[in-house]
């Protein structure tokens, strides 16, 4: 018996979990959605200057992350290398996607479930009966959405669908007065990301996350700067256990990972077949270095339990809202933020090939755009951090479903359960299909 739960509830986008019964027991568990993956054909024949423009639109909420990877890609195949001015602020709309992302997650997608697991709460709460719980907490988590938002319109010309970022940079040189606006916002985003920090610690420190959710052996993909935090630049690191397998440059993901999308999602090449994660949980297993000595003090209230679960991944998300607040402020400080210049030009095609990497909030975007002889584009591949990730979701899912099945024999109490792990991860659905 196939039996399809049609909605996953509090995700971005829609998806459907497949859960596969043969004689009572419950043989494999997935999540699935349709691979529509429009944006790899409507864009083929575009003008490479208005493909980020276009791309920004699959997602409502990693927008900029997703026109930042395609200029990146666009400033590959002219072979041009942007200014410092506009990496700094291509930086600070990174990090104000990521505070309205995490945020957004955590509120309404992840606290509830941790208040039901931890007994903190006997039922899960409705979206009013969450705004009541804590009245403080929910007027924080607010105002990081509404800093991420303010941000993104400051420097990106409107909160989201970006109109400043351009092959060659951006577009806009913020005034003193812009600066000095922004440098308050982050320091209200870090103020309120060390409160929701210490409220985590307290809640959840010294408790003992639930065995169910604790991870399979994996290996960890991300980009990272010579062992540092950054998710604007760098170079990609496979990471298993404490031992880094390979650490490559873009141009060569091609000898790791497939080209191709499947159902399970990509295909590494890798002898053990282990699943592979991407994301705050594996950016938190490959960066050595975060540059913020409070980091390591608010890592070290939580045990080895902790960092071998799913559930870790919600600290580390407010973890890295507290970072990216923090060095945005530093970001701010920069002398060249307000000086007028002039972007590249962009003139001379130098590669057949562009190849854009960054960060997401969900994890490793990459951008591949490919050249025909008469200098249009005529392949475009797009890897998304959900597509990364599903195959160990889905593992994780079934072996969880198994169990509780065996236990209890109640389908319905599977179906809503299995849902925890899915939220944990984040998924971005609409990424992952248009």
């Known amino acids: 018996m ?8 509090r995700v971005e986008g829609h998806g459907e979990v497949k859960i596969l019964l043969q004689n009572d027991e419950i043989s494999i ?18 003008r490479l200057f208005d493909i980020p423009k276009f791309v920004s639109r699959i997602c409502g909420l990693c927008y900029a992350s997703q026109a930042i990877a395609s200029c990146k890609a666009v400033e590959d195949i002219y072979s041009i290398e942007i200014s410092e001015q506009s990496i700094l602020l291509r930086r600070l709309l990174m990090s104000a996607e990521l505070i309205k992302s995490h945020s957004m997650n955590f509120f309404f997608q992840t606290l ?9 709460a006997q039922n899960t709460f409705s979206p009013n009966e969450l705004i009541q719980y804590y009245p403080h907490l929910t007027t924080n988590l607010y105002d990081l959405i509404k800093i991420g938002n303010e941000i993104c319109e400051l420097f990106g010309g409107r909160s989201v669908h970006l109109i400043s970022i351009v092959p060659g940079g951006v577009i806009y040189s913020p005034s003193q007065k812009i600066i000095t606006i922004a ?15 210490e409220k985590f610690i307290q809640l959840f420190a010294n ?80 960066v050595e270095n975060y540059g913020i000595d409070e980091v390591l003090s ?31 402020i530093q970001i701010l400080d920069d002398p060249s933020l307000n000086i007028k210049e002039n972007l ?11 190849i854009g990497v960054i960060e997401a909030p969900r994890g490793t975007l990459i951008h591949h755009y490919h050249l025909d ?33 065996e236990i209890t024999g109640d389908l319905n109490l599977v179906e809503k359960n299995i849902q925890v792990i899915i939220r944990a991860f984040d998924p971005c659905i609409s990424c992952a299909t248009h």
């Open 2 to 9: 196939l039996k399809v739960v049609n909605v996953c509830t």
């Open 29 to 46: 568990v997935n999540l699935e959605f349709e691979l529509y993956r429009g944006f790899e054909n409507f864009l083929i024949g575009k």
């Open 112 to 120: 509830p479930d941790l208040l039901r697991i931890f007994n903190i």
């Open 183 to 197: 440098q308050k916002y982050f320091q209200k985003a870090l103020s309120i990301s060390e409160w929701i920090i």
């Open 207 to 286: 408790q003992t996350p639930p065995k169910e959710f604790n991870l399979p052996n994996f290996i960890s993909l991300a980009q990272t700067n010579y062992g540092n935090y950054d998710r604007y630049s760098g170079s990609l690191r496979f990471k298993e256990n404490n031992k880094n397998l390979v650490e490559f440059e873009k141009h060569n993901y091609s000898t790791y990972f497939s080209k191709e999308i499947n159902l399970r999602g990509i295909d590494f090449y890798f002898e053990n077949k282990k699943n592979v994660i991407v994301g705050p949980f594996s950016r938190f297993n490959i």
């Open 298 to 328: 608010y890592i070290e209230y939580f045990n080895k339990l902790w960092k071998k679960n799913l559930l870790f991944i919600n600290f580390i998300r407010i973890l890295e809202i507290y970072i990216e607040s923090f060095r945005s």
């Open 344 to 354: 590249p030009s962009l003139n001379s095609i130098k590669n057949e090939n562009g």
């Open 373 to 405: 002889k008469s200098n249009v584009v005529d392949r475009i591949k797009l890897f998304i951090a959900t597509e990364f990730n599903i195959p160990l979701l889905n593992q994780m899912i079934t072996k969880y479903a198994q169990g509780l099945y």
